[in-house]
């Protein structure tokens, strides 16, 4: 995997987190914060753990290791509002950090495990939780629509 292809997962993140924060946004307080619905979380909970892991990998990574992001997901469940800046905050920060990302550093090999692999990790895990926040946003009619790889791709391409 190459910096350009990272580049490229990073950009599928954003598009398929910000097709799921818009359907989100407006969501009734009861709705957001309804605990054991998924794995013991609620919408808001599910979408507030996405972002927090984001966050501290992309620190992780960014310091070598030597810093740890926030746990906000220990924190009182956050309103949508805050998430929102939250997650515009975290998005320039990538946008800073993606581009000095090179082909040997993502070939360098931590713990046994190349950071290429931690950084499609990354996008992974954001993949399982946006489907979760999916699934329950389509139960209250709020579809966020497809959100798999080929429709960000195609769209970037021109196509449907």
């Excluded at 359907?23 to 909970?45: Q, Y």
């Excluded at 220990?74 to 082909?103: G, H, K, M, Q, Y």
């Amino acid at each position: 995997m190459n910096a350009e292809d990272v580049r490229a997962l990073f950009g599928y993140d954003r598009w398929a987190t910000e097709r799921v924060l818009a359907v989100a946004d407006g969501l009734d307080a009861t709705v957001w914060s309804n605990a054991d619905v998924v794995g013991g979380r609620s919408i808001g909970s599910i979408l507030v753990h996405q972002f927090g892991a984001a966050t501290r990998w992309r620190i992780s990574l960014e310091s070598q290791g030597d810093k740890e992001g926030p746990e906000p997901e220990d924190e009182p469940l956050i309103e949508f509002a805050e998430l929102r800046r939250r997650w515009e905050a975290e998005w320039a920060a990538v946008d800073a950090w993606v581009p000095t990302l090179s082909d040997g550093y993502l070939a360098y090999v931590h713990g046994g495990v190349p950071i290429w692999q931690m950084v499609v990790h990354m996008v992974n895990h954001g993949t399982q939780h946006r489907s979760e926040a999916a699934m329950l946003l389509t139960a209250e009619g709020r579809s966020p629509g497809e959100l798999d790889l080929i429709n960000y791709a195609e769209g970037l391409a021109g196509g449907s």
